[in-house]
């Protein structure tokens, strides 16, 4: 039972393990495709779980190998795309039967597996570990499985059969491969050279744990050379050397530290589990020494997008890691766009190349990707990184790296400005993304190119005002704001640009970008709060091309109106569209969506933007009861907040950097009630009316509001912790049980309370 402790006396009254085991991952029978198999990953390799239906491959399991940074040049030229690596099979003696069971231990970030065959059992327990590329499997056979066999294949091994399970790939570029094979000692090496030189190794070993048990130890390393080889080797010999509990042990270690850093518990059980599943794939897609997350995570599968896309998926990707205050994975997307500025600034024109930098739609991980008709890209990949400075509030990040990027990224755009016969500025034709895609649709006044630079010039406004620097652009950022051009609008909304209604259904929210993510478009107007409303229903309405992110996107910008029932309603419908396993796949598997409806879920409790920290700003009416702890918001804030019978009870404020605060609630008082404050030292907590409050608080100081019947005082008072009768306490919300343990294996009927399958 964790019971973390604030100076004023918050109590998190919580058992991570069995709060989190309401949400594993669960089969009953084995899953047969990308599409339902369990996962597992570090940030760098991942194995995905699943087996096949072929009477010929009954008797195998497989754990589908994937590695983020192994790449492959192609002779053709263009980026060098994600490659599959092979896999590691177990194989057994009889067909895998039932009452097999699988199970994602989220706590522990651990695959555990009863495997039933016709000829008898095998126990398995598969991780992947949390700070190295070492993929550690045991097994424990009974005698009718004593034959059973774990096998690697390189990639041009794998069976057709098992390759081709989830569709022939007719898109994706696989290289030549030539396999050789070898042994240092004890450890068994794979080597896959790829045709132009580049390529992956393999490396693993096998030994006895005592009785039946085994174990297998296996790396992946980038390269096909003799260094590639040896420190795989070295790896597989250090990973025996330290022993499997000592292995346990420290992956455990990193992932019992990740979880508690915020906490979220909602009363729809099924979304509750949703999230956490995401948090644990966002931990299992990155770490900050990692690659930038891409379109498939550690997760191979056969793809025709098998790079990295900023239109938007990246973006969506790090949604989630501001709010639920893990920024140490946004930082692996900072990492690359600070390592590879010189490639953003040679992806313009070279006319434009002393002052701006660019971004095209898709690249491998070095970010070399020309800038052509869609040119909003690098803009919007910056707010991702002003989201990150804000939540952190590192001044140096800020100095350092944010401003001078986001400098280039405005100044290109502002080099594209053409002034019109109306006297207003104007862009130039440009992309919509993903609206007429196959025809290459431009269109002038773009809405997204134009709500990404008024964001960029007022942002580096203020950035400038906060450094002080006087900057000599800042003149021309004000003459922009100043004159370009309105968004197109008409009678239904917001217009993809100048004289371009949306004619047909559009999955991509690009033309809504200044309502979210951008908040230049904020709703807090009646006038612009009907502009924002009627564009959101025209946009869904208009039946077509809708994708999961339309959803997300949808419910976000809901949000962001505070229609908290209307957002609830979109991201039940995106999980329509989900896998079994939570995932998400299109032509073929994309990261972004399920990780943009975490986000969402988040905007229904806290949203940050502007000058506010808004708490609950927009819960569905059927939400009685829900409690938050640690979320952080823009200016470095943790937040903590319990909902009970429909009411907020109190809201906790805790400054990480001292920046102001003001903080808007849904408390509306009634006779005799007041908002209290509790807090070790002395804080100032003013009311502003409406349910806003600013609050007067250093850097590491906390305060907690809370509604209380005392009359005849002021309704803002500083009460000492023992004047309040004791600690404030915080802990799961009740769950729906037949919601328990809802993803993993398709359970449809887990919907309607039917007990099938239900854990107890």
């Given at each position: 039972m964790e019971k973390k402790t604030g100076g004023n006396g918050l109590e998190l009254n919580l058992n991570w393990s069995e709060f989190l085991a309401r949400h594993d991952m669960t089969w009953t029978t084995r899953p047969l495709t990308w599409d339902e198999g369990a996962l597992i990953g570090n940030g760098l390799m991942g194995a995905m779980m699943y087996g096949e239906e072929h009477r010929l491959k009954r008797n195998v399991l497989r754990l589908v190998l994937g590695r983020t940074d192994i790449t492959a040049k192609r002779p053709t030229g263009g980026y060098s795309p994600r490659v599959p690596i092979g896999e590691i099979d177990l194989e057994c003696e009889g067909w895998i039967y039932q009452p097999t069971t699988i199970?994602?231990?989220?706590?522990?970030?651990?695959?555990?597996?009863?495997?039933?065959?016709?000829?008898?059992?095998?126990?398995?327990?598969?991780?992947?570990?949390?700070?190295?590329p070492v993929l550690v499997i045991e097994l424990e056979p009974d005698e009718g499985e004593l034959g059973a066999q774990l096998r690697w294949y390189a990639e041009p091994e794998v069976d057709p059969v098992l390759k081709n399970a989830d569709g022939i790939n007719l898109n994706q570029y696989i290289p030549q491969i030539k396999v050789t094979r070898s042994a240092a000692g004890e450890v068994q090496v794979g080597?896959?050279?790829?045709?132009?030189?580049?390529?992956?190794?393999?490396?693993?070993?096998?030994?006895?744990?005592?009785?039946?048990?085994?174990?297998?130890?296996?790396?992946?390393?980038q390269g096909a050379d003799a260094p590639a080889a040896a420190a795989a080797v070295q790896l597989i010999e250090a990973a025996v050397n330290e022993g499997p509990e000592a292995l346990l042990q420290s992956h455990r270690s990193w992932w019992h530290a990740y979880y508690p850093q915020s906490f979220v518990s909602l009363p729809d059980t099924r979304l509750e589990g949703f999230y956490w599943i995401q948090m644990y794939k966002l931990a299992s897609a990155t770490r900050?020494?990692?690659?930038?997350?891409?379109?498939?995570?550690?997760?191979?599968?056969?793809?025709?997008?098998?790079?990295?896309?900023?239109?938007?998926?990246?973006?969506?990707?790090?949604?989630?890691?501001?709010?639920?205050?893990?920024?140490?994975?946004?930082?692996?997307?900072?990492?690359?766009?600070d390592a590879n500025r010189h490639n953003l600034i040679a992806n313009v024109p070279e006319a434009y190349r002393e002052d701006s930098a660019g971004l095209g739609r898709s690249c491998s991980y070095d970010l070399q990707s020309r800038v052509e008709d869609e040119t909003g890209n690098l803009l919007w990949i910056c707010h991702n990184y002003w989201r990150h400075y804000r939540h952190a509030m590192d001044e140096t990040m800020l100095r350092e790296g944010l401003r001078p990027l986001l400098r280039r990224a405005v100044q290109y755009h502002v080099h594209l400005l053409e002034e019109g016969e109306d006297g207003r500025l104007h862009l130039p034709p440009t992309v919509s993304p993903e609206y007429g895609s196959f025809k290459r649709m431009t269109v002038a006044d773009c809405h997204y190119d134009l709500a990404l630079l008024r964001w960029g010039c007022k942002t580096m406004l203020r950035i400038d005002n906060r450094l002080g620097l006087n900057d000599p652009?800042?003149?021309?950022?004000?003459?922009?704001?100043?004159?370009?051009?309105?968004?197109?609008?008409?009678?239904?909304?917001?217009?993809?640009?100048?004289?371009?209604?949306?004619?047909?259904?559009?999955?991509?929210?690009?033309?809504?970008?200044?309502?979210?993510?951008?908040?230049?478009?904020?709703?807090?107007?009646?006038?612009?709060?009907?502009?924002?409303?009627?564009?959101?229903?025209?946009?869904?309405?208009?039946?077509?091309?809708?994708?999961?992110?339309?959803?997300?996107?949808?419910?976000?910008?809901?949000?962001?109106?505070?229609?908290?029932?209307?957002?609830?309603?979109?991201?039940?419908?995106?999980?329509?569209?989900?896998?079994?396993?939570?995932?998400?796949?299109?032509?073929?598997?994309?990261?972004?969506?399920?990780?943009?409806?975490?986000?969402?879920?988040?905007?229904?409790?806290?949203?940050?933007?502007?000058?506010?920290?808004?708490?609950?700003?927009?819960?569905?009416?059927?939400?009685?009861?829900?409690?938050?702890?640690?979320?952080r918001a823009e200016g470095a804030f943790l937040i903590s907040a319990v909902r009970s019978g429909g009411r907020?009870?109190?809201?906790?404020?805790?400054?990480?950097?001292?920046?102001?605060?003001?903080?808007?609630?849904?408390?509306?008082?009634?006779?005799?009630?007041?908002?209290?404050?509790?807090?070790?030292?002395?804080?100032?907590?003013?009311?502003?009316?409406?349910?806003?409050?600013?609050?007067g608080l250093k850097q590491g100081e906390e305060v907690i509001l809370y509604l209380s019947d005392l009359s005849g005082g002021?309704?803002?008072?500083?009460?000492?912790?023992?004047?309040?009768?004791?600690?404030?306490?915080?802990?799961?919300?009740?769950?729906?049980?037949?919601?328990?343990?809802?993803?993993?294996?398709?359970?449809?009927?887990?919907?309607?309370?039917?007990?099938?399958?239900?854990?107890?």
């Open positions: 199970r994602i231990d989220l706590w522990n970030a651990e695959i555990r597996a009863h495997i039933v065959t016709t000829k008898g059992e095998i126990r398995l327990r598969a991780f992947i570990h949390s700070e190295k080597v896959q050279r790829y045709d132009l030189g580049d390529g992956c190794t393999t490396a693993w070993q096998e030994g006895a744990l005592g009785g039946n048990r085994r174990f297998c130890y296996l790396t992946v390393q900050k020494e990692h690659q930038i997350i891409d379109n498939q995570g550690p997760w191979m599968a056969p793809t025709p997008w098998p790079g990295v896309w900023f239109n938007m998926n990246v973006q969506m990707s790090y949604s989630p890691v501001y709010t639920s205050n893990r920024l140490e994975l946004g930082e692996s997307l900072i990492r690359a766009l652009l800042s003149e021309k950022w004000r003459e922009v704001l100043e004159r370009l051009v309105p968004y197109p609008e008409d009678e239904n909304g917001l217009l993809l640009g100048k004289d371009a209604a949306i004619e047909f259904g559009h999955r991509h929210f690009s033309h809504l970008l200044a309502v979210f993510p951008l908040h230049v478009l904020t709703g807090e107007q009646a006038e612009e709060r009907e502009l924002i409303h009627k564009s959101l229903r025209y946009w869904t309405g208009m039946e077509g091309d809708m994708r999961g992110f339309t959803f997300t996107g949808a419910a976000s910008i809901a949000a962001a109106i505070g229609l908290g029932d209307e957002a609830l309603q979109y991201i039940r419908s995106f999980l329509h569209l989900i896998k079994p396993n939570t995932m998400y796949r299109e032509a073929g598997p994309v990261m972004e969506s399920p990780l943009a409806c975490a986000e969402a879920i988040q905007d229904l409790l806290l949203q940050s933007w502007g000058d506010k920290i808004r708490v609950f700003p927009a819960l569905p009416q059927e939400w009685k009861d829900v409690a938050f702890h640690d979320l907020t009870s109190y809201i906790r404020v805790k400054s990480l950097a001292g920046e102001p605060c003001r903080l808007q609630t849904d408390w509306s008082l009634g006779d005799g009630e007041q908002v209290c404050a509790a807090s070790e030292a002395p804080v100032t907590v003013s009311g502003l009316g409406g349910g806003l409050y600013e609050l002021s309704g803002n008072v500083r009460l000492e912790n023992e004047e309040v009768g004791g600690p404030f306490t915080m802990g799961p919300v009740a769950a729906q049980r037949h919601l328990c343990n809802y993803f993993g294996a398709n359970k449809p009927w887990r919907l309607y309370g039917i007990p099938f399958g239900m854990n107890g």
